[in-house]
């Protein structure tokens, strides 16, 4: 059952209408294909047509849509052999970053995430996503693992941002952030970051400063959220729509200014609609960037981050 958005009423309610004559179709004796085959085409071509012209505050709800796929979900679909690798070694395990050894395709790969969670106990579990300092301090200690070994780094990236509570100030909030942006910007080894739902302020950056960054086509990468921005601008967070437009939040803004590298395709609908789909799109991309990351020595690959970051804006 496709949870729906505000602004895909009018689908719902076309899709609600199909659903009804399909049971109507089964325990009566008319034929009523044909009226069904018309209402689906109607309701595929207003989805497309929807879809198409999305504003930055609907993609913005899109990329927070509680049935997108999470950390665990890419984890199944993308990747063999997950091996996860808990804890920093300092204080705790942040379950709002999950990482561990994988394997994508025939390459043996360090996969790091932030998970959300699914449901209301994992979402508490994994706090939303949003990670405290061990979180990061895991990450790092992950990717300078990764580095020793030799393998290739993958973060997926999705989070509304850092954990704001006074408990992850007190433990050194932003020097772990800070830290984990160090550690992508110095590793050795390749590293691809993909935006697969909300890249909020440095919750994100801590795991996308990589050699190349990609993004779904209705995710968001931004430094705050729209209704944050909104509060602090208008003092309401009302303002949130004019704040997405205003911030250029989207997939298709960024890759004009070059923040990110390339734009992952979702299905018609949103990741949502046909996880197996959005999955397979992203397994595919990450495959080619890092193949076309092969061969290049440690250094390289840390001038070529150093010189896509320092670009940006200039």
Same mark, same amino acid.
């Given at each position: 059952?496709?949870?729906?958005?505000?602004?895909?009423?009018?689908?719902?309610?076309?899709?609600?209408?199909?659903?009804?004559?399909?049971?109507? &179709?089964?325990?009566? /004796?008319?034929? !009523?294909? %044909?009226?069904? #085959? @018309? *209402?689906?085409? =109607?309701?595929?071509?207003?989805? $497309?047509?929807?879809?198409?012209?999305?504003?930055?505050?609907?993609?913005?709800?899109?990329?927070?849509?509680?049935?997108?796929?999470?950390?665990?979900?890419?984890?199944?679909?993308?990747?063999?052999?997950?091996?996860?690798?808990?804890?920093?070694? &300092?204080?705790?395990? /942040?379950?709002? !970053?999950? %990482?561990?050894? #994988? @394997? *994508?395709?025939? =390459?043996?790969?360090?996969?790091? $995430?932030?998970?959300?969670?699914?449901?209301?106990?994992?979402?508490?579990?994994?706090?939303?996503?949003?990670?405290?300092?061990?979180?990061?301090?895991?990450?790092?200690?992950?990717?300078?693992?990764?580095?020793?070994?030799?393998?290739?780094?993958?973060?997926?990236?999705?989070?509304?941002?850092?954990?704001?509570?006074?408990?992850?100030?007190?433990?050194?909030?932003?020097?772990?952030?800070?830290?984990?942006?160090?550690?992508?910007?110095?590793?050795?080894?390749?590293?691809?970051?993909?935006?697969?739902?909300?890249?909020?302020?440095?919750?994100?950056?801590?795991?996308?400063?990589?050699?190349?960054?990609?993004?779904?086509?209705?995710?968001?990468?931004?430094?705050?959220?729209?209704?944050?921005?909104?509060?602090?601008?208008?003092?309401?967070?009302?303002?949130?729509?004019?704040?997405?437009?205003?911030?250029?939040?989207?997939?298709?803004?960024?890759?004009?200014?070059?923040?990110?590298?390339?734009?992952?395709?979702?299905?018609?609908?949103?990741?949502?609609?046909?996880?197996?789909?959005?999955?397979?799109?992203?397994?595919?991309?990450?495959?080619?960037?890092?193949?076309?990351?092969?061969?290049?020595?440690?250094?390289?690959?840390?001038?070529?981050?150093?010189?896509?970051?320092?670009?940006?804006?200039?």
């Amino acid at each position: 059952m496709v949870s729906f958005l505000e602004f895909e009423k009018p689908i719902a309610e076309l899709e609600a209408r199909i659903v009804e004559l399909r049971a109507t &179709a089964s325990v009566g /004796d008319i034929n !009523i294909d %044909g009226e069904i #085959a @018309t *209402l689906e085409q =109607r309701a595929a071509k207003l989805l $497309g047509d929807t879809y198409a012209k999305l504003t930055p505050w609907q993609k913005t709800q899109v990329a927070r849509h509680p049935d997108r796929p999470h950390f665990k979900d890419y984890v199944a679909g993308m990747f063999d052999n997950f091996m996860p690798l808990a804890g920093d070694r &300092a204080f705790a395990d /942040d379950q709002a !970053i999950i %990482g561990g050894f #994988a @394997t *994508l395709g025939e =390459r043996k790969v360090m996969v790091i $995430g932030h998970e959300k969670g699914d449901d209301t106990a994992s979402r508490v579990r994994h706090n939303f996503g949003m990670a405290k300092p061990e979180g990061y301090r895991k990450a790092i200690r992950l990717m300078e693992l990764a580095d020793r070994f030799g393998l290739p780094v993958v973060s997926l990236v999705d989070t509304s941002g850092a954990f704001p509570g006074v408990q992850a100030e007190e433990r050194g909030q932003a020097e772990a952030i800070a830290r984990s942006t160090e550690a992508c910007l110095a590793l050795g080894v390749p590293m691809v970051a993909a935006v697969v739902g909300e890249g909020g302020s440095g919750g994100a950056i801590a795991l996308a400063a990589a050699n190349r960054v990609l993004m779904f086509e209705h995710a968001i990468y931004s430094v705050i959220s729209p209704e944050g921005c909104a509060s602090i601008l208008w003092r309401t967070a009302e303002k949130a729509s004019d704040a997405a437009t205003a911030m250029q939040v989207t997939a298709q803004h960024l890759k004009t200014l070059g923040v990110i590298d390339r734009i992952v395709a979702e299905p018609v609908g949103g990741a949502h609609r046909d996880p197996v789909l959005a999955i397979a799109n992203l397994g595919s991309a990450i495959e080619a960037e890092l193949d076309a990351l092969d061969g290049l020595g440690a250094q390289a690959l840390r001038t070529d981050r150093a010189d896509k970051f320092l670009a940006i804006g200039v």
